[in-house]
């Protein structure tokens, strides 16, 4: 087996439509599920119980009445998890009718992605490769339930698809892979000729930020963008967004050398990336549900050593002309958003509203918020718009809380050398002053956005990055479909 751009492809399509891949159906079978999650009281202590063929039972403690959308969709996976301990060849999951189906079927799509992606096919007989059918059933089935099911099931292959691209080593997720791949799957999953495109050989070539990150490769950093329109709408007058991916398909730290294990997970430094894709999927799929124009980038890089790495104290020039001293070969993520922004901003010109930046880029965040809370930061910290974002991130399980971005952040990430440098020098509020770096190269007047999730996606220290237990990464796919549909 010959893991390249052909294996990647087929792999991923597979991933993207678990309906598909499991059979899904919601026709009765004419038996009672196998495996249900029934609601019991205990005393003063309400339990969810998972029970299975194999007398398994596990206890999760709440309410019917407080579980949410995501704890739904969570439970729900932990069921489909524990489903394929006993290895059923049909697995018939029963939905309670009181719950979301969405959420669940969305749960049960996660739970079923196994983590085993380079494991050589077994040679017994008779080896299991997960259930040929998967059954949905409930008390009353309509076609309500089962529209339901299916868009559970949807958003949980675009789930599972940013989960696994995180897992992929460097060596097979290469650079041009990645963007081969990414312009791929937007052309498979729409029947219509989606707009997509990169830059010009010359515009690349003016982009020394991403150049110099990607520089030791030998190769280009490549920069893909996937423009999503609305139907039926007058394209002169609606405004346009920018979503811009960090897409380190590999971060060794560069010259400034990651150590004590902290390059282990380092290949998942593209979930920015990844969230920013699979987002611009389900709007190719169901580009009536997109609020307004919008153009989903992905810079595409790979921070190595070598011969030609990039070196601290090198000044680099920006696509809009800008010079940068490099401080720190390891704050790379935020040269490679840099050089995007300012080239699709240009692109898209004075239509443009505001510009969201999607990266693993710091771990201070987690500092503050811990490991399941992204960092969300705002040029001017428009309440409204935060308040939005943090709303809907907890609905949909993706949850966001904000750090100010201040005159401060933005005056530290000034240099009496050249414009600007990549790093404050301090020690401290380096979520604050990598965003405000960034946010430099957003044209003024426009609304900009960023979304610091490094250790939301799981990406340091865990060679499961993305894929341990069934459960989501809570990484911005959920909250970029949320705060950008209708």
């Known amino acids: 087996m010959k893991f390249g751009l052909a294996w990647l492809k087929t792999e991923a399509l597979r991933i993207l439509d678990p309906a598909k891949t499991f059979n899904l159906s919601f026709s009765w079978p004419g038996e009672p599920a196998q495996y249900a999650v029934h609601f019991t009281e205990d005393g003063e202590k309400a339990r969810y119980a998972f029970l299975s063929p194999g007398v398994r039972l596990g206890m999760v403690t709440g309410t019917l009445e407080n579980l949410t959308w995501a704890g739904t969709r969570d439970l729900y996976a932990s069921l489909a998890r524990k489903a394929l301990a006993d290895k059923p060849k049909r697995l018939l999951i029963y939905v309670h009718n009181e719950v979301d189906a969405e959420a669940a079927a969305c749960g049960i799509a996660l739970g ?98 991403i150049q110099a990150v990607n520089r030791a490769t030998g190769s280009s950093p490549r920069v893909v963008l996937i423009r999503v329109r609305r139907p039926g709408v007058n394209r002169r007058r609606e405004p346009v967004r920018l979503v811009v991916g960090k897409g380190m398909v590999m971060d060794t730290g560069g010259l400034s050398v990651k150590v004590d294990n902290h390059m282990q997970g380092m290949n998942a430094d593209m979930m920015g990336s990844a969230a920013t894709l699979c987002a611009a999927l389900h709007f190719l799929r169901h580009p009536e549900r997109l609020e307004t124009e919008t153009v989903f980038a992905l810079g ?129 509020m380096g979520a604050q002053t990598g965003a405000a770096f960034v946010m430099h190269f957003v044209p003024k007047g426009v609304e900009a956005v960023h979304l610091d999730i490094a250790r939301c996606a799981d990406n340091e220290g865990n060679p499961k990055a993305g894929l341990a237990e069934g459960l989501p990464v809570h990484a911005g796919t959920s909250l970029l479909i949320a705060v950008h549909g209708v």
């Open 112 to 209: 079923l992605l196994s983590p085993e992606i380079y494991k050589s096919p077994s040679k017994e007989k008779d080896a299991y490769t997960g259930p040929s059918a998967v059954f949905l059933q409930t008390v009353a089935p309509s076609p309500a339930f089962e529209r339901a099911g299916r868009d559970g099931f949807a958003l949980g292959g675009l789930l599972n698809l940013q989960r696994w691209l995180g897992a992929q080593s460097p060596n097979v997720l290469t650079v041009d892979a990645y963007a081969d791949l990414a312009l791929w799957l937007a052309r498979a999953v729409t029947a219509e000729t989606p707009a997509l495109s990169e830059p010009s050989a010359a515009d690349l070539a003016h982009m020394g930020l």
């Open 300 to 428: 595409i890089a790979d921070n190595r050593i070598g011969p030609e790495a990039y070196c601290t104290e090198d000044v680099l020039r920006a696509y809009d002309g800008r010079t940068v001293r490099v401080l720190n070969t390891d704050a790379e993520g935020r040269l490679v958003l840099a050089d995007v922004v300012a080239y699709a901003a240009l692109q898209i010109g004075r239509r443009l509203s505001r510009v969201t930046t999607v990266a693993t880029l710091t771990g201070h965040a987690h500092l503050v918020f811990g490991d399941a809370t992204a960092a969300v930061l705002a040029r001017d910290n428009p309440r409204p718009l935060l308040d939005a974002l943090e709303d809907a991130g907890a609905a949909v399980g993706d949850p966001v809380a904000r750090l100010p971005v201040t005159k401060e952040h933005f005056a530290l990430m000034e240099d009496a050398k050249a414009d600007l440098k990549n790093l404050s020098g301090r020690k401290e």
